[in-house]
C-alpha cells in the first residue's frame, strides 16, 4: 500500500516567518516527492519537486529528502499572506503512479 | 500555454440521475488521470489511462462510474446513478510519459453537487 501522510494542520504562521510542512511515505519503492498549492476551491498547481536526497532550494521554497527516513518536507522562508492554501505531498511510483497526502491547511497571519 | 480543459465547471443534480465529465489533455501527454477530491481530503485517483489503455482503476467503484478514453486524447468520466456521497471535486490530470520529474497537469475541475 502507498501512502503519504501529512499532518492537517491547520498551521499558522506569522508573516515573514519560515512555515515548515512535513510529509512521510510508506514506500521505499516512490521515486520522486512533488510539493502542489492549492487555494480554497482551485485545482493543485506544482510548486517542485525532488528525487534526490537532501535539499533542493527554488526562490522562497526548500524542498528536503530523506530516503533513510521516508521523510519530504517543504520549508516555505519570509511567508506571505498569498502562501495561504493547502499544500499537498505526492509521491510517484512506476509507471507515473502519482498518490497525494491528505494536504495541509496553511495559515499566514499578517 | 498548454492547459487541461475541462468541463462542465460545475455541475447540480439530483440523486439517481445520470453525469458525465469530459476532459481534454495537454497536447501530446499519453498519460491522463480522473482524481475525486472530497473537501479537505486529498486528491483520490479514480482512474489512470496511457493512451487509450487503463492502467489503474483499482478506486473507481465500478458499478456507477466508467470512464473512458477511446482516441487515447480526450477523455469522459460518467457516473449512473449519482449518489449523495459523490458530491466532490473531479480533476482530471495529465502528464508527459516517465522519468523522475514527470509532472502532473491539472484542470481546472468540475465541482459536483448531488441534491
Known amino acids: 500500500q502507498k501512502e503519504v501522510e501529512q499532518n492537517s494542520g491547520p498551521l499558522s504562521v506569522p508573516e515573514g516567518a519560515i512555515a515548515s510542512l512535513n510529509c512521510t511515505y510508506s514506500d521505499r519503492g516512490s521515486q520522486s516527492f512533488f510539493w502542489y498549492r492549492q487555494y480554497s476551491g482551485k485545482s493543485p498547481e506544482l510548486i517542485m519537486f525532488i528525487y534526490s536526497n537532501g535539499d533542493k532550494e527554488d526562490g522562497r521554497f526548500t524542498a528536503q529528502l530523506n530516503k533513510a527516513s521516508q521523510y519530504v518536507s517543504l520549508l516555505i522562508r519570509d511567508s506571505q499572506p498569498s502562501d495561504s492554501a493547502t499544500y499537498l505531498c505526492?509521491?510517484?511510483?512506476?509507471?507515473?503512479?502519482?498518490?497525494f497526502g491528505t494536504g495541509t491547511s496553511l495559515t499566514v497571519i499578517p | 500555454e498548454a492547459e487541461v480543459a475541462q468541463s462542465p465547471r460545475y455541475k447540480i443534480t439530483e440523486k439517481s440521475q445520470a453525469v458525465a465529465f469530459w476532459c481534454d489533455p495537454i497536447s501530446g501527454h499519453a498519460t491522463l488521470y480522473w482524481y475525486r477530491q472530497i473537501l479537505g481530503q486529498g486528491p483520490e485517483l479514480l482512474v489512470q489511462f496511457q493512451d487509450e489503455s487503463v492502467v489503474d482503476d483499482s478506486q473507481l467503484p465500478k458499478d456507477r462510474f466508467s470512464a473512458e478514453r477511446l482516441k487515447g486524447v480526450d477523455s469522459t468520466l460518467k457516473i449512473q446513478p449519482a449518489e449523495l456521497g459523490d458530491s466532490a471535486m473531479y480533476l482530471c490530470?495529465?502528464?508527459?510519459?516517465?522519468?523522475?520529474?514527470?509532472?502532473?497537469?491539472f484542470g481546472e475541475g468540475s465541482r459536483l453537487t448531488v441534491l
Open positions: 505526492a509521491g510517484t511510483y512506476t509507471g507515473n503512479q502519482f498518490y
Open positions: 490530470a495529465s502528464s508527459a510519459q516517465g522519468g523522475y520529474t514527470g509532472e502532473l497537469f
